[in-house]
């Protein structure tokens, strides 16, 4: 009887430990990295497209700030000693912060359209652009 005891015991530690792991619950903000697929339907649905071209996105038209097509490779040039993802995401957190080449202070760009999990997608869909 008190092996049968121990075997549900370990049974149910198990099942715990298997249920409560690594589950990574999307509306969390700032853990792990962004998900691309979800900043890609943020992009389209938000402010962003009304300034910035992205070929593929059919809402992407505007022309008011650079073209973001190639923007994680481009990105990485920017700023020496900045990667792709910190120069994405300070652009959108604080656009006044550098302003890209071929455009002239202050920038036009509104700051924080995104935050929290939604910033996180979007700078990884942005980086994925090479
Ligand atoms: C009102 C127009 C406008 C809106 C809306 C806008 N931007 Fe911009 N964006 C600009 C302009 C103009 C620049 C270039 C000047 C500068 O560096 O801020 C720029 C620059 C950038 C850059 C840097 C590009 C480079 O090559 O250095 C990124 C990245 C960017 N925007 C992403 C976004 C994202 C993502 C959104 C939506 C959350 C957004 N922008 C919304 C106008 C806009």
């Known amino acids: 009887m008190r092996r049968v005891t121990a075997f549900l015991t370990l049974s149910f530690a198990l099942l715990i430990a298997a249920c409560g792991g690594s589950g990574s619950s999307g ?3 700032g853990g792990g990295p962004g ?3 979800a900043g890609r339907t943020f992009f389209a649905s938000s402010v962003c497209p009304t300034c910035h071209v992205i070929t593929g996105v059919p809402s992407a038209v505007g022309q008011v700030g650079p073209k973001l097509d190639g923007i994680g490779t ?3 040039t920017r ?3 900045m990667s792709a993802e910190a120069y ?3 652009s959108i957190e604080n656009p ?3 302003i890209s080449p071929g455009f002239s202070a202050p920038s036009p760009m509104p700051p924080n359209q995104a935050t929290g999990r939604d910033l996180d997608n979007l700078v990884a869909y942005l980086v994925s652009l090479k």
Do not use: W
């Open 88 to 90: 994405i995401r300070e």
């Open 27 to 29: 509306a969390s903000s």
């Open 35 to 37: 998900d691309a697929t």
């Open 74 to 76: 481009t990105a990485a």
């Open 79 to 81: 700023k020496p000693g």
């Open 96 to 98: 006044q912060a550098l």
